[in-house]
């Protein structure tokens, strides 16, 4: 196994493609499918096997139909750091064209890899985040000339769970955005171009604007591309507005991500259609937010904060509709500042028993004399969020909103659950304290949320949560005018509690 083919193809001075190191490292199983837009569009399917990618190139991509063999073309060994790689090729190089990282994960060879790559027969199960269950690689013996064909592989999907006969829609046409940054084929080149651009300008050199550039609204000093293009198919909204939106309510949304790590939902063909969970910082993101490093369970990775009405601006322009928070700030990182508690009806739970139910933790929560805030979730439920100084940690805050969950599951059983399992138990309401693990995340008051008719996570006062029709009932037309009409931050007061999680507290919830 060597890279010395793929080094010999490329010039790294050229092209952003990684070098690859040679220091041998531990056995690993990754597994990734980059979109390859070169002189033709391909797939190119890469297992990890010996510190290397092994590589075949499908011209017309994965399919789940079993039937459906698609041809292989074993391609150079690819370096591992080959996995994580986005971006363009510049033309006139080798593979000049654009890169997408269309799929990724691991894979588990059921026989002696090594063996069936020799035999021409490799069999192995994905777990990747669009492909899943049994595959096979299988080495043509003969071309229709009668020679072999020793680069010649068919790429095909067992029969099992995960297969799907006569695929109506190929999974390469109905999920065809990055798994890394959720963009497509175009955005990323544009990217690209913008980044180009931007250093030409520092350099100094003159450019004129593009046609493009000139037709872009700008909003907080962010350029916006397609700012007429509709973003919520419901309720009308362009991405202008919805920038415009956040322009607006920067002073109202900002006390609430300030300092926080950001899981963002990326819907780059707008609300209802396919979205992404983006948590790590990558090239994409817009240079106004803030990168913080975190120690996650098995590596260091970087995460975004947004502090300014710039970065959030800045977030829509990266076509992001939701914005979803940890309990704790980037600089207090292990002691959270809230706990949220996740209301959550099931089927057939009519709103009043939602609100009822919001009211019955909130009694719970002031005799242990702590203040609760609640607001809608823009989906189904209400969130129930409990302002801390962050004294407690993780474990403790866990525990706490674990104890007080159980404790309604206890005395009311036909109106509350907490495992998970069950989540979807007709009639009852999940209490889903799980949103208090370390790394977990809620939406983020004021935020929109990614469904056709623009619901908004918007904090409400305790006296109107019964009167409102459901968890997403506030749109986003509704937000200003509702600040307006009450005259009153519903959340006034948030920041000026001062209360902690106190071990007798804690023991207080565990009915010690
Ligand atoms: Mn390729």
Known sequence: MSLREYRRKRDFRATPEPAGDDTPRAEGWSYVIQKHAATRLHYDFRLELDGVLKSWAVPKGPTFDPSDKRLAVE???HPIEYGGFEGVIPEGEYGGGTVLLWDRGTWEPRDDPRRGLLEGKLVFTLHGEKLRGGWALVRLRRGRDGRAKQREWLLVKEKDGASIRRAGQEVTMARPLSVDSGRDLEQIARDRDRTWTSARAERGVPRRASRREADAASVAGVRLTHPERVVFARSGQTKEDVARYYERI???ILPHLEGR????????????????FVKHAGAWAPRALRRVSIQEKTKRADYLTVDSVEGLVGLVQMNVLELHTWNARADDLERPDRIVFDLDPGPGVAWARVAAAAAILRERLERMGLASFVKTTGGKGAHVVVPLRPRAGWAECLEFSRAVSEGLEREQPDAFLTAMAKAKRPGRILIDYARNHRGSTSVSAFSTRSRPTAPVS??????ELPALAGGGAVVLADVERRLRDRGEDPWAGYEAVRQSLTAARLKKAQGL
């Open 75 to 77: 391609t150079e060994d």
């Open 250 to 252: 920067a002073p109202r």
């Open 261 to 276: 790590p950001l899981t963002l939902v990326r819907c780059p063909e707008g609300a209802g259609r396919e979205c992404f």
């Open 458 to 463: 918007m904090p409400v006062s305790w006296d």
